[in-house]
């Protein structure tokens, strides 16, 4: 969109938490004057894709229609206050959250860092988020999720919850959100919460699996609706332990798998750029793009994937689907190109 060009410089002269709130608050001003319609409009005219693709491009993944493979990944709106005018940048799915149980603070600040040289993000947030019950709220405002537009809830524990409870946290939030979600990501993958991670293996992650799918199946009999759970991984982890996991996840019966969430490896980095938190963006392809791999190598299309990290234009989200990603998410390639590269990804995978 010509107008990011024009606003670009000047958000990146600003601290960059500051920056990120503000495009916000900005890109839901132009949704409630309804001028962001007409410019996604134009944007698309540019573009081009035929209308007549439109229906092309939809796929159905475990029950859901998604409009096309190209998704917001969570942590840009992280209490779902801007659904309605995320919803009209053109993304065949939007992931909101990640939230938890309780409202929380987060981290302190500075915890949110532009690498501009490198088009990467470095943050350690620490799931800053108003809780859940907030979040709900806003999702039954949505005019988009009344739509039909397809919503992903991003769950995670509160700093101050014990990891040896987190599986309390998942199941507060799960029976929450259950019934407003297209379907439910657990976020076990942020490095900015202390233990997190630890949930992704052994014993622990066995357990958190039991009890969520059990969860799941109960509120699928109440609910008379079966809503798909996706795990989200991180990048920093071998071979075996993708191999741990995936297998896992097929014993489970998990519906789905997100790969991957921000790196903890900086080692590409400058000293001067290593801030404290999770690195995103273009630095983190190459990362999130090996354990894609070694994922759906080992799932054999069993369970979906859906592809994120590093998407930095059109050729990127294609690469991803090739290497066996069903849907894709963007998240830092946002901040650098601006919205128009959710219409060329789409492009760039109508035949794919
Ligand atoms: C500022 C920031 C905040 C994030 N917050 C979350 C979050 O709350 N939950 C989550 O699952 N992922 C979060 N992520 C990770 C993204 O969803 C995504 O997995 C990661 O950034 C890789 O994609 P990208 O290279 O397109 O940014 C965050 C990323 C950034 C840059």
Request: hydrophobic share 40%; glycine share 8%.
């Amino acid at each position: 969109m010509l107008l990011y060009n024009l606003i670009k410089p000047l958000l990146f002269k600003l601290d960059a938490e500051l920056s990120h709130t503000l495009s916000l608050k900005f890109l839901n001003t132009l949704h409630k004057l309804k001028i962001l319609k007409l410019l996604c409009k134009a944007c698309y005219y540019t573009n081009s894709i035929p209308n007549t693709n439109q229906k092309a491009i939809h796929i159905n993944i475990l029950g859901i229609n998604f409009k096309n493979k190209i998704g917001l990944a969570a942590g840009l709106d992280k209490n779902g206050d801007y659904i309605d005018a995320l919803g009209e940048l053109g993304f065949g799915f939007i992931e909101i959250g990640t939230v938890t149980p309780k409202p929380q603070l987060g981290n302190t600040r500075p915890r949110l860092w532009r690498i501009e040289k490198y088009h990467s993000i470095i943050n350690r947030m620490g799931f800053n988020n108003k809780g859940v019950d907030y979040l709900i709220e806003n999702v039954r405002k949505s005019k988009w999720v009344k739509n039909g537009g397809i919503l992903g809830i991003n769950i995670g524990k509160n700093a101050s919850t014990k990891i040896e409870n987190a599986n309390q946290d998942y199941i507060i939030s799960l029976e929450k959100i259950y019934n407003y979600a297209s379907y439910i990501t657990v976020n076990i993958s942020s490095p900015n919460t202390e233990g997190l991670r630890d949930l992704q293996s052994g014993n622990a992650f066995c357990q958190l699996l039991e009890c969520i799918k059990s969860k799941q199946n109960e509120l699928s009999i109440i609910n008379n609706k079966y809503v798909p759970i996706f795990i989200k991984i991180a990048p920093d982890l071998s071979e075996a332990d993708v191999n741990f996991i995936a297998n896992s996840l097929i014993l489970y019966k998990i519906d789905g798998v997100i790969a991957a969430n921000t790196t903890i490896d900086k080692s590409m980095l400058p000293e001067q750029y290593r801030h404290e938190g999770g690195l995103s963006g273009k630095l983190l392809q190459s990362q999130s793009n090996y354990i894609l791999k070694t994922l759906a190598e080992h799932l054999k299309g069993k369970i979906p994937i859906i592809g994120v990290g590093g998407i930095a234009d059109p050729l990127d989200a294609v690469e991803k689907i090739n290497l066996g990603a069903d849907l894709v998410q963007i998240y830092s390639g946002l901040i650098y190109e601006g919205p128009r590269l959710i219409q060329k990804c789409i492009n760039s995978l109508i035949y794919k």
